[in-house]
C-alpha cells in the first residue's frame, strides 16, 4: 500500500507530469501482480488509499540516464527483493542513492516476499557498484552515511536468517512419528523475537500489522525450506 496508488494524491489533478519508472515495475502496478491493490481497496478507507492507479508514462531503461531539470538521475532495476521489483535512482554529481525498500534505517523490515537471500545479494550489489555513493536515502527512516546503512541492513537480514534456520534446525532434530516437524513452533518464533528484540531495540516495523515478525519468520523459513529441497 505504501508503493502505490500516491500520485495520484501527487498530482492534484495537474495534467501532463511525466512519471517514470522501469518497466517492471510499470507491469506491476498496472496487472496488480500480486493482488497487492485489491486487497489495499478492500482493506483501507478510501480517504487513506486512492481508488486510481495512475500508471508510469515515462519508461526508463535499466542503466540509463536521464537528465531533469539538469540534475542527472540513473536508473537500475535489480529485481524482486522487498518487493516484486526494486529499483535504484542515483544522482552521480550529488552521490546521492535512492535504495527505496532495498534498505532502511533502524526498522524491521517487511520480508514477506520470501527472497531474503536474493536481498542480501542485492545489498552486496549496491555496496559494489555505488561505492562512491556518500548520501542514502532508504525506504524507511532517516537518511545516512551510504556505507553504514548498507552494513546494517545486511546484518539484520543475515541475522535473520540465522535466528530462523537456528528455530528451524531445533524442529528438524524433533521426529514426530517417521516425519519430523516442517514448521518453527510457537516457541521458536518467541525466542527469535525476543532475540530480535535484544539485538535490535526500539526498531519499529515498517508496516502497520501487529504480527509482521511473525509473517517474516513464516515467509523466510518456507524460502530456507525450498531453497534446501
Known sequence: PDHINGAETLLNETANVQIYSTQST???MKNDTGGLIALSKQFLP???YSNQTVLPNKIVKSGKNITIDGITYSFEDIGPGEAGDMTLIYLPSQKIL??????????????????SSDWIKQIEHIRQNYSDAKTLFPGHGQSGLSKTL??????????????VEKQMQRVAEEEVGEEKAANITEEG???????????????????????????NIDAVAKEISQDNQ
Open 98 to 115: 535512492f535504495t527505496g525498500d532495498a534498505v532502511h534505517n533502524r526498522m524491521h523490515p517487511a520480508l514477506i516476499e520470501g527472497h
Open 26 to 28: 510499470f507491469n506491476i
Open 150 to 163: 548498507l552494513d546494517e541492513q545486511l546484518n539484520y537480514i543475515n541475522t535473520f536468517r540465522s535466528l
Open 189 to 215: 518464533k518467541m525466542r527469535i523475537k525476543s532475540e530480535l528484540q535484544r539485538l535490535y531495540p526500539n526498531y519499529m516495523p515498517v508496516a502497520t500489522l501487529s504480527n509482521i515478525l511473525d509473517i
Open 46 to 48: 478510501c480517504n487513506d
